[in-house]
T-cell receptor, first 112, second 116 residues
Framework: GENVEQHPSTLSVQEGDSAVIKCTYS??????FPWYKQELGKRPQLIID?????GEKKDQRIAVTLNKTAKHFSLHITETQPEDSAVYFC???????????FGSGTQLTVLP | DTGVSQDPRHKITKRGQNVTFRCDPI?????LYWYRQTLGQGPEFLTY????????KSRLLSDRFSAERPKGSFSTLEIQRTEQGDSAMYLC??????????????FGPGTRLTVT
């Protein structure tokens, strides 16, 4: 089955700096890669996603890049703000069920 | 609130008891997923429905776990003879699922189960 690895597990940045979280996946048939933000005690919230036919996607301060050959994708957050502090999960979707296999999460802390 | 809802939000039960959780998806979504999330981990896929049909259930953790979606709207997840290892957050997600463009899954707030 699919396996998604996520690094780093914790990341601290100064407010205004950029943050990068990286994921690798194992199943070359995976074709959809969402990123979720989860604040403590709250539901995972979809913040950005990318399909396998696209190499990069941006939405304001957030961008995701995908390298299908290397089977890795990354989340980039620019001009970080304290409210960006949360756990971020990457995931890969595969199969007719389009079920998601998640990474283990990255605790991002933005220091004021 | 037009998002995914789950009930109850918290459940404390004694080992050996049965519990049932409910999920109401976004109204026009015909795909419904159940995931389990333990502390410090990402959600883990359990099962999913396309309308009322349960099309994937091999990932249910044991035969003590079962799920239904009888009318293709809300779904229930039941755990029989609960064990302490079942303590976790149980998340429901829904998706449009009607076309190849409908990949986005939207999560509910979850039901936190504590087995004592």
């Amino acid at each position: 089955g699919e396996n998604v690895e996520q690094h780093p597990s914790t990341l601290s940045v100064q407010e205004g700096d950029s943050a990068v979280i990286k994921c690798t996946y194992s199943d070359s048939a995976s074709n959809y890669f969402p990123w979720y933000k989860q604040e403590l005690g709250k539901r995972p919230q979809l913040i950005i996603d990318i399909r396998s036919n696209v190499g990069e996607k941006k939405d304001q301060r957030i961008a995701v890049t995908l390298n299908k050959t290397a089977k890795h994708f990354s989340l980039h957050i620019t001009e970080t703000q304290p409210e960006d502090s949360a756990v971020y999960f990457c995931a890969a979707s595969h199969g007719s069920a389009r079920q998601l296999t998640f990474g283990s999460g990255t605790q991002l802390t933005v220091l004021p | 609130d037009t998002g995914v809802s789950q009930d109850p939000r918290h459940k404390i039960t004694k080992r050996g008891q049965n519990v049932t959780f409910r999920c109401d998806p976004i109204s026009e979504h015909n795909r419904l997923y159940w995931y389990r999330q333990t502390l410090g981990q990402g959600p883990e896929f359990l099962t999913y429905f396309q309308n009322e049909a349960q099309l994937e259930k091999s990932r249910l953790l044991s035969d003590r776990f079962s799920a239904e979606r009888p009318k293709g709207s809300f779904s229930t997840l039941e755990i029989q003879r609960t064990e302490q290892g079942d303590s976790a957050m149980y998340l429901c997600a829904s998706s449009l699922g009607v076309s190849s463009s409908s990949y986005e899954q939207y999560f509910g707030p979850g039901t936190r189960l504590t087995v004592t």
